[in-house]
């Protein structure tokens, strides 16, 4: 309700979201500019091949050639980044965006990873905003979330799905029993993954989003310490193993703050099949936070595409025309605190350990020692011989243990002559 | 990022709520002053009864006898109502504050689905805020969602569970087989009722939620027209039925917006056991959206108590804080719609429906003529004798049906002498 106000918008990177972007913005403007009691204008827009074929119309007068002008214009209120990649022209645009005063709004998860603090300082000095919803878990309202709706609360931990192509390709694999690596090529096919899908896949994604979230549940910097792995070396195996034993597997980004230590970390994970995150399934993502005073809080959502991240940039978008203007990371960097990581070694788990052994006697005894001579107690076996092959798997469910006392058993275990393939290790989360 | 401001604060009413609020704005001061960029001080309290025990600590100098006194005060800027009611002291309180140009933070559903075009009327006129996050769902931050993070959407429909006293019965019913009267009983023991339950247990909360998130989805004015059912018909048989037949039971709200039409509507559903509604248990609170271009959208969180509310209070007391100055339907009332309401009477539905029949030949064959000569088509049948009772239990599934047949049919079949009870009715929702 403040003065009805102008702003210029230009967006740079007209891929399929910038194209959706740019269409939605043009359809919507008195709804928009209705809710926001300002109005707006799409003023230029850029992107690296001029004529390359898209499904939107652009007056010759909103090209700009070399997007580094944008910055220098006074008719620029807004730029919209949406080139990707934590270096090169993204980062060069929203470094100089912000010191030239113009209000940010990026879908760039690698970028605010990497850099998020700096440029927060440099948005902060000059009084801008720097917003970057549509950089964690696309349609969900996350950011926006821990910065208004849930501001109150103190957050202890904060997990979840924050995949949608690693999390197709997981509950393809079990819903279809096809191994990973043509549920890969079929996610590709289809459009679930990209044609190289290595950041989704091996959890840098996800591990990216985790820093962002962590940072604003504990107000402190960016935290780069960061256990990661990916899917790879989930086979169809393991999955139907974890069936059987009433778990599914999901590929899950935790962020947790306790005894003054944050805790990030990206892995694969068995969760209990009745368990909410358990059906989370196809390309959804899930955000889940324990708060006080709220407790338990769980918001889930499309978490890519073009229109799912349009909501998320609009709503951004929208904060600056309202004149909401916030801190990036919800607190001052000068109130921000600098938290030390904690290794997640010395965490404990649950954990799933497969191993292939050589089909003779006494091996079972000699593996369940090992285990007991490490301090990790066994809490269910289970041994089947593979057919025809001299060789069985046995499959090893834990007590709660400590992760390096789990580590040291598998060092152990990979040295004897009876074990014919590097064991496996899946953490279970029993949240 | 505004300049520095100061705020102070006076809290009415002071029971569980209140008195939560009132230490948790004491404690939190330094963090909420950080994240908002303002400072802030309960200045002043006021409560009906002065000497109730409470574990507050109020200085002599907060105490104000006449509530009203409150909103003349030059030194209050916002007034947090928490007194409750649509009537009477909290009416008289929210429309004066706001008239006296102060912002208003209230829980108060009853009030806001009555009054709320009135008031935002007021708040817009006299540029202050109304804000009510804590009116609808506790710690779901739904409001904040709707207006701010999923601010592009359109949004077409929004239902779920709203109403934690009603879905703790229902979900106990199911967990212990216990009958509606022992569950109510021990809900309230428990304290997860009221000592009298019933807005909670006959619709009537859920109903002035659905009127609120109807108006903040569509831009409309407040919608008085909605179809109302309780839990109190729903008994232990239905529920066992249910589970049998591979659903669960819950009160649901909806809301859906179709061809011009709105359709509000609260009663006890159906839904298949898989389907994420289905677990949501105990005194949690889900909603459900479907919006463009986000796609469907879901936030679960507790629904009630001191803590979850707080949470949602302190949510709007900080957007205040931060001067982000809104509508407070979303947008300006000049520009909301009046949309007409459509009736239920003309939805389809697939339904249950038991009956209660004499146990004699030819009744399943009379049954089943009416439903057929009704245009209601049935997808299921399962008849079971009571035993030694001469009657027995009709359950019938129908396929998606109009729901006006639905009610004829069944007020042919009560006027059967074979019929030995009111017959029950409950719609499936397959979303």
Redesign the interface.
């Known amino acids: ?2 003065k009805k106000k102008f702003f210029n918008i230009a967006i740079v990177g007209l891929g399929n979201i910038g194209s ?1 972007l740019f269409n ?1 913005l043009n359809k ?1 403007k008195n ?2 500019s ?4 300002s109005n707006f204008n799409i003023v230029y827009v850029s992107a690296k091949n001029k004529n390359k074929k898209r499904n939107i119309k652009v007056k010759k007068t909103q090209w700009v050639k070399n997007y580094l002008d944008l910055v220098k214009k006074d008719n620029v209120d807004i730029i919209i980044e949406l080139i990707g990649g934590a270096e090169g022209p993204a980062k060069k645009l929203v470094f100089s965006a912000l010191k030239n005063k113009k209000h940010v709004v990026t879908a760039n998860k690698s970028l605010i990873s990497k850099y998020g603090d700096q440029l927060a300082n440099i948005a ?1 000095k000059n ?1 801008v905003n720097l917003e970057f ?1 549509a950089a964690v878990c696309g ?3 996350i950011i ?2 821990l910065k ?7 957050i202890s931990r904060i997990f979840g799905i924050f995949n949608g192509t690693s999390n197709y390709v997981l509950s393809s694999m079990d819903a279809n029993k096809t191994n990973y690596k043509e549920t890969i090529q079929n996610a590709i096919n289809l459009g679930y993954a990209e044609s190289n899908p290595s950041s989704d896949i091996n959890g840098e994604d996800v591990a990216a989003k985790v820093k962002i979230l962590s940072s604003l549940c504990f ?1 402190s910097f960016l935290n780069q310490k960061i256990h990661i792995e990916g899917i790879k070396d989930v086979d169809d195996e393991d999955i139907k193993n974890a069936n059987k034993l009433g778990y599914k597997i999901k590929l899950l980004g935790f962020s947790d703050y306790f005894q003054g230590k944050v805790y990030q970390r990206v892995h694969p994970t068995l969760v209990k099949k009745s368990s ?1 995150i358990a ?1 989370i399934n196809g390309v959804l993502n899930a955000v889940i936070l324990d ?12 978490g890519a595409g ?3 991240t ?2 998320a ?3 951004d978008i ?2 600056i025309m ?6 990036p990371f ?3 960097n000068s ?1 921000r605190k600098k938290i030390s990581s904690g290794d997640i070694s010395k965490l404990y788990f649950s954990s799933y350990i497969r191993l292939k052994v050589k089909d003779k006697y006494g091996v079972l005894s000699a593996v369940t020692k090992i285990f007991s001579d490490n301090k990790v107690s066994i809490k269910r076996v289970l041994q089947s011989p593979y057919k025809n092959k001299n060789s069985s798997s046995i499959i090893i469910i834990t007590h709660s243990s400590r992760d390096s006392d789990i580590k040291k058993t598998l060092k152990t275990l990979v040295k004897k002559s009876y074990i014919i393939q590097k064991p496996k290790l899946l953490r279970i989360e029993n949240d």
Do not use: C, D, H, W
């Open positions: 309700m403040q959706y939605f919507n709804i928009l209705n809710k926001n009691n902060e009084k919803e349609g969900v309202p926006r979330s208004e709706g849930l501001i109150a609360n103190k107000n909410y059906g708060g006080k005073p709220v407790g338990k809080n769980i918001i889930q959502g499309e073009p229109s799912a349009t909501s940039l609009v709503s929208s904060s309202r004149g909401n203007i916030k801190f919800s607190i001052s109130k």
